[in-house]
């Protein structure tokens, strides 16, 4: 299926993204649970490495939990005042089990060719080996010695930590989804990265090797939440053409 571009979506991403702002106080009004629903619907359509989707959504819906939560974000006026907040966590088992449904849904269907299955037969096996093998703390300390030699092989999915990392990178794009998203529908929101990890993943019961990689506070800016004139460096700072 191709897509094809036309002014007034341009047009309308554009506006999306530049009325997005990080909101850090939110008035009492409630957003309407369809609305959340079809946001995060969107962002669980986001892009990730292999199509493994390393993350699960959170969305804190109980005024109990929530008060938790926010204290847990440093009591940051966004957490506290937010009408939902959506915890995003990821991790390397996340990744696999996906690696194996998505592998018995290809195997499965009559819609794909053997020329393609077998190319998904070779993905998932290698995924397995990277995010099982692979993620073993004992290759920690080689990708360590490696990186010190060649920094940019920081960021390699390999050993407990390099997994870790590899799941939030792909979590972020799920992230910024939400956040578009949300503007999209006049809802706005704030991602938070000043938070205790130890402390959410113990209130949300998540699983040993889950990380957190970001905190979404969601709501309606209040009528004197302070909103700074919008500054970003220059596009020449940030554009490098080869």
């Given amino acids: 299926m191709t897509t094809t571009a036309t002014p007034t979506n341009w047009s309308a991403f554009?506006?999306?993204?530049?009325q997005r702002?990080?909101?850090?106080?939110?008035?009492?009004?409630?957003?309407?649970e369809q609305d959340v629903q079809e946001l995060l619907a969107e962002a669980a359509l986001a892009p990730s490495s292999g199509n493994l989707q390393p993350y699960q959504l959170h969305w804190i819906r109980s005024?109990?939990?929530?008060?938790?939560?926010?204290?847990?974000?440093?009591?940051q006026q966004a957490a506290a005042?937010?009408?939902?907040?959506?915890?995003?966590?990821?991790?390397?088992?996340?990744?696999?089990?996906?690696?194996?449904?998505?592998?018995?849904?290809?195997?499965?269907s009559s819609k794909f060719s053997a020329k393609s299955k077998a190319y998904y037969?070779?993905?998932?096996?290698?995924?397995?080996?990277?995010?099982?093998?692979?993620?073993?703390?004992?290759?920690?300390?080689?990708?360590?010695?490696?990186?010190?030699?060649?920094p940019c092989l920081a960021l390699l999915p390999i050993g407990n930590m390099g997994s870790r990392h590899w799941a939030a990178r792909n979590a972020i794009f799920a992230a910024q989804t939400i956040l578009l998203a949300a503007a999209a529908k006049g809802i706005d929101s704030c991602p938070m990265e000043g938070f205790s990890a130890v402390k959410i993943a113990q209130k949300l019961n998540l699983p040993?090797?889950?990380v957190i990689p970001i905190v979404i506070a969601l709501g309606y800016r209040a009528e004197d939440a302070r909103i700074e004139m919008q500054w970003r460096r220059q596009f020449n700072e940030t554009l490098i053409t080869h």
């Fill in 14 to 18: 554009q506006f999306i993204n530049r």
């Fill in 21 to 32: 702002r990080a909101i850090r106080k939110f008035s009492a009004l409630s957003i309407p």
């Fill in 63 to 75: 005024p109990a939990l929530k008060a938790e939560i926010a204290l847990a974000c440093n009591q």
């Fill in 81 to 108: 005042t937010a009408a939902d907040i959506i915890v995003i966590s990821a991790s390397a088992a996340i990744a696999r089990d996906t690696a194996s449904k998505q592998l018995s849904h290809v195997e499965l």
């Fill in 121 to 150: 037969q070779k993905q998932m096996k290698m995924f397995n080996k990277i995010l099982g093998i692979g993620a073993s703390a004992w290759w920690t300390p080689l990708v360590y010695a490696a990186t010190l030699l060649r």
């Fill in 208 to 210: 040993k090797g889950s």
